[in-house]
């Protein structure tokens, strides 16, 4: 749709700590490159702070 513009991937908070996860930095530290949506996370993927799952991050408005 022309003048539509694509909203960047949000941003997610974890709901125990705190840790935001910015797709746009990724997570270094478990090989996730910078621009990886969280959608995109391995279904493994935890919480590098606090090591809760995937499913107890909420999205960033």
């Known amino acids: 749709m022309a003048g539509v513009q694509q909203k960047a991937s949000a941003s ?3 709901v125990f700590c705190g840790f935001v996860y910015d797709p746009a930095i990724g997570d270094p530290d478990e090989d996730i ?3 990886t949506a969280f959608e995109n996370l391995p279904d493994d993927w935890c919480c590098p702070n606090c090591s ?3 499913d107890t991050f909420e ?3």
Do not use: I, S
């Open 12 to 14: 997610y908070t974890c």
């Open 33 to 35: 490159p910078p621009g």
């Open 52 to 54: 809760t799952e995937k």
């Open 59 to 61: 999205r960033c408005d």
